[in-house]
């Protein structure tokens, strides 16, 4: 199939631009949860273009490291591939532009207090990217360091602009938590569905259905609770739901979760590439639901 007649839901896939729409999404989220009352444009962009520095280099090594007929790497794969020189080019120009929004608009406690433990997770998923190949099974350890990378660098971009509070603080809280989890199970969902699709054992795919369905129903019934008992305490929450601004955060985790188990038990209608988009687009929708809880 030639690059032209590619699906358009595909493209934001195979441009590495799905991630950091998603970061996006839950960094305004997050402020909004934690009464953020202004977040400059130059987070989001740093946030983005960081995410998508990250996916576009494990791709491109994937895809030099693995067996080029591993059914696992999809369209992405041979996409970065085969326009290497560009995505290389974009990752130089934003690894340019990255310091300099940081440095020159966004607080310096980013730096000093929030910075150190992002770069030691983002260090250590290259290390197991490179180090250890996947060779067909689901990488676990990658996929936690992964998700709680991706969990940490979007809650720290708006945690800096709370007033107070520290980094022990958001590492604590129950959004990060929540969130962190929730990425965790959502890149491990993908590869539970590589795993899954090629094996024909019928015992190893209603594992590979387990291992998704059970973390997720405990991850939406924790949402729930949570969403529950927001109670007064950090940031000045209320117990009634229009001074509660966490409570719309944790709904949006909750219909995360519960999309991504509705994509789980009906995996098998769906290609690859297709269920790879719309794990991600699990993560985006709640987006203008949360808009809609959050006026309550």
């Known amino acids: 199939m030639s690059e032209g ?155 800096t602009s709370v007033p107070s509070q520290g980094m022990m603080s958001m590492v604590l809280s129950r959004e990060m938590i929540a969130f962190a989890v929730l990425c965790v199970l959502n890149i491990t969902a993908i590869h539970l569905w590589e795993h899954s699709r090629m094996s024909s054992d019928p015992e190893v795919k209603a594992a590979d259905e387990m291992s998704l369905t059970l973390p997720l129903t405990l991850l939406g019934g924790s949402a729930l609770v949570f969403a529950y008992f927001d109670n007064p305490g950090m940031f000045g929450r209320g117990v009634d739901g229009a001074n509660a601004p966490a409570r719309p955060f944790f709904y949006a985790v909750l219909i995360s979760a519960a999309l991504l188990q509705v994509l789980n038990r009906t995996r098998r209608r769906f290609s690859l590439d297709a269920l790879r988009v719309m794990a991600d687009v699990a993560l985006v929708v709640p987006l203008p639901l949360f808009l809609i809880f959050s006026q309550g």
């Open 5 to 159: 007649r590619k699906p358009w839901w595909l493209w934001p896939n195979l441009l590495s631009l799905d991630a950091p729409l998603v970061a996006m999404a839950w960094l305004f989220m997050f402020a909004k949860a934690w009464q953020v009352n202004y977040l400059k444009w130059e987070a989001y962009a740093a946030l983005g273009l960081g995410v998508w520095v990250i996916y576009v280099c494990d791709r491109l090594i994937d895809q030099r490291l693995r067996d080029p007929n591993d059914p696992s790497l999809g369209e992405r794969h041979t996409f970065h591939a085969r326009h290497r020189l560009w995505f290389i080019g974009g990752v130089v120009l934003s690894l340019c532009l990255i310091p300099w929004f940081v440095l020159t608009e966004l607080p310096v406690e980013l730096l000093l207090s929030y910075s150190a433990p992002a770069v030691g997770l983002v260090v250590a998923f290259f290390i197991l990217v490179i180090a250890v190949p996947r060779e067909g099974e689901v990488p676990y350890l990658r996929n936690l360091i992964a998700g709680l990378a991706f969990g940490y660098g979007t809650a720290m971009m708006a945690h």
